[in-house]
């Protein structure tokens, strides 16, 4: 997958900007126009970036380069579909925040074994082995419970989660979650959420 937009190799662009620097030399005006187009060519890579690489979008939230996009208007709670085609939220539990993926294809909702970590859940092997069916095939999970995750005006008590060190980096709103809504649907390329009782956004 190419990191660029457009498809653009790489090599290409650093080929490019090796010859717009070598000829920049000849003039301090050309010079700065293109220092500023290849800062703003990097911007965009990275911003571009951040939209799929969670490590990328906890930087880009550090500049202020918030990538959730969620708004709470009125009783509903407006996501719109990121640059790779998902719905992603700012989920808060205690006083970590997560970046998860909304997924109504996901039975329950998953976290991986350092968000889970992180977020000081108990961990618990379940007596009968809980079999969680992925694209890279069959992986088995461990059990906890968030007692309260915050996702805008939105706030869902005791839920199960499953866990798991195979979901890498990934953590996932499922189904468990959605099916608590008042109501939920997607509009164009804006996902509404609506609770039975929002919660004030503080």
């Known amino acids: 997958m190419s990191g660029v937009p457009g498809g653009v190799s790489p090599y ?51 500049f202020g380069a918030d990538r959730g996009g969620q708004q709470v208007m009125g009783k509903e709670m407006r996501v719109p579909m990121a640059r790779d085609g ?19 294809g996901a039975t329950v909702t998953a976290l991986s074994s350092d968000t889970a970590a992180a977020l000081g859940l108990r961990v618990e092997t379940p007596l009968f082995p809980v ?16 007692t309260e995750l915050h996702i ?20 996932v709103i499922g189904m468990n979650f959605l099916s608590r809504l008042k109501s939920w649907r997607v509009e164009g390329r804006t996902l509404i959420l609506e609770p039975h009782h929002p919660q004030r956004v503080g």
């Open 12 to 62: 290409l662009i650093a080929i490019i900007g090796v010859v717009l620097v070598l000829l920049a030399r000849r003039s301090r005006l050309v010079g700065t126009v293109l220092t500023i187009g290849l800062l703003g060519l990097a911007v965009m890579i990275f911003t571009q970036r951040a939209a799929i690489d969670p490590a990328l979008d906890r930087v880009a939230r550090m």
């Open 86 to 104: 998902h719905f992603w939220v700012r989920a808060r539990v205690g006083g970590s925040e997560r970046r998860m993926l909304v997924d109504s």
């Open 131 to 146: 079999v969680l069916q992925t694209a890279n095939g069959s992986i088995e999970a461990q059990t906890a419970t968030i």
């Open 152 to 171: 805008g005006n939105i706030v869902a008590r005791d839920l199960p989660v499953v866990v798991s060190p195979a979901f890498g980096d990934m953590n």
